[in-house]
């Protein structure tokens, strides 16, 4: 099933949306909001499926779905982790900053914990102080969990998967570049999340969800242009049963927890960091990594950062070419 | 006035607690849970003012309130943010891990994101994989905000603080040795957080609130044995104003964002580290620290960290002897 939360107070309003995503039903005669619905999953899944297949059907009154309407599936969540577990990002990033990758770096899941307070729907704008931070987007998929215990194993931890969803994982570089050193992780440098208009549950993704992985491109633009369409299920260092084992170490994870396997990235054909898809290549999923390249070939970066009035746009389509989460689509605008 | 949430399903019961930490009275014909009650704060605390008064007066029905009923005040938050606003905390730290505070360290608050879907009650144990990981408390002070405009100025801040909070904020030395060198912060080092009984206004902490510091001794036991005494508004390089304007410098705040400014810290009279209890020094409100201060001294650090049975206590106390908060306290157990 498909499920999206419409602007609505601070937690929205929770509906189910048609595989076309052309209509939606109020998810209200069952649960009010999405949160409502994994704090209890067990009990609200099913009466949520059930009123999925009678929207097929059209036995149960529904609304034309806009994509603009949507909230962040979840506006406001109790956790947000994220990890970086493709490889050529990781290589690509530390390049720019100058360094190589340390070999213990890769022994297990790299992994922030963001700011979760204030997530940003699909269309809502990039508000920022100022064009000079290094403004850039990274497309990711995510998936929220139910609770899952400490120390769950690999194995266990992708039964705890309750949804799949896009991710724009906007960073600011240049304040990233001040506080990694520090080793506290990203505090100013990773404003808001934004996320795609619909959360769905692994069965729609068929056999594209497979090893705790999304096997699809992910396709970004910056401009309306194309950017990047590397594939999700490719180059990815750890599944999902590791990322979230991995955060479950130490800690429970309750439900309503939302993962991220960092941006999507693959390596070129000869192993390579890959070319721009003006070069032919798959090109990118940030504008940093475009920029690393640009910078070990030319010496020197072309591809600017976004400024204000840019737009970036997130999205992944099924076999048959239909999108399956909706789009992120995001102007970058001044704060205030 | 006083808040405390009773251990009740993801989010507590909130009530409204004596100021003598004896009596306490539902809110519930106000406002079920204090999440609730901070989204709509103007709305709700004058209410739940009007009920702590009634309470002091006798004029409501009320309960013994005893301390281990109680879940943290918020048992889930939407963000736990923690700085290390104690320049004596950073230099020790540092030296434990053989490194020098670097000058840029210290132009602006240090700050980590932090876990916040699984926050602990004041008697919940500390439970852990492994006794092998450096278990350690860190004893801070936290308030929890209000809703916070991006780039709001330090000035400014300091009116959105809503509530004032005692942290536990657990660390586990031996991954964060691990985690460090990373530069993404901290996840599996910082397991859940523990809080104390009761969130206070500010206006319940009179005259030893002021500059956006809380001006009392933090006082920690270890098994039951005094472990330190420092002041809380001594040594602290950043008031809450500079910590939550750090915080919201690119993003705004969400209405329930917890923010800590570190584990308290005293230098010595002399500018030092100072010395423990049993030698006539503050003490401390972690083990590192004495565990830094053993090693500058004899070559290598004496106090054990945290074992599996073992107990820790923080408390702050005001003027007349009588405990703000209410104590956390806390078993360390194995996972499981």
Not at 194 to 204: K, R
Not at 209 to 215: A, I, M, T, V
Not at 243 to 254: E, F, N, V
């Amino acid at each position: 099933m498909k499920l999206a939360s419409l602007i609505h107070g601070r937690d929205g309003r929770l509906v189910v949306v048609s595989q076309d995503l052309t209509r939606a039903t109020d998810a209200f005669p069952v649960v009010a909001t999405l949160q409502a619905a994994l704090d209890d999953w067990d009990r609200y899944a099913p009466r949520l499926a059930d009123l999925a297949l009678s929207l097929e059907h059209g036995s149960v009154p529904s609304f034309r779905f806009h994509e603009h309407d949507c909230a962040a599936p979840l506006p406001r969540a109790y956790q947000w982790l994220d990890a970086s577990a493709y490889l050529n990002h990781i290589e690509l990033v530390r390049k720019a900053g100058g360094d190589i990758v340390p070999p213990a770096m890769m022994a297990e899941p790299l992994m922030y914990q963001g700011g979760s307070d204030t997530l940003l729907g699909p269309r809502q704008p990039i508000r920022t102080p100022s064009e000079e931070q290094g403004i850039d987007f990274e497309a990711e998929v995510a998936v929220v969990t139910g609770d899952v215990p400490m120390g769950i194993s690999s194995e266990a931890a992708l039964g705890h998967v309750r949804l799949v969803i896009l991710v724009n994982d906007v960073s600011l570089r240049r304040l990233a570049g001040h506080e990694l050193p520090k080793g506290f992780g990203f505090v100013q440098s990773k404003p808001s999340s934004a996320f795609s208009p619909v959360a769905v549950t692994p069965d729609e993704l068929g056999a594209a969800w497979r090893n705790g992985r999304l096997h699809l491109p992910m396709l970004t633009q910056v401009n309306g242009k194309p950017f990047g369409r590397p594939d999700a299920g490719i180059g990815m260092a750890f599944g999902f049963g590791e990322i979230i084992a991995h955060a479950a170490r130490t800690r429970s994870l309750a439900a309503g927890t939302i993962i991220g396997a960092g941006t999507v990235s693959n390596h070129g054909p000869e192993g390579g960091p890959g070319l721009p898809l003006a070069r032919g290549g798959v090109g990118y999923t940030c504008i940093l990594e475009q920029r690393t390249v640009e910078k070990i070939e030319s010496g020197k970066p072309q591809t600017p950062f976004l400024r204000f009035g840019d737009t970036v746009r997130i999205e992944m389509k099924d076999a048959a070419g239909h999108s399956i989460f909706g789009a992120i689509e995001q102007e970058i605008l001044p704060a205030g």
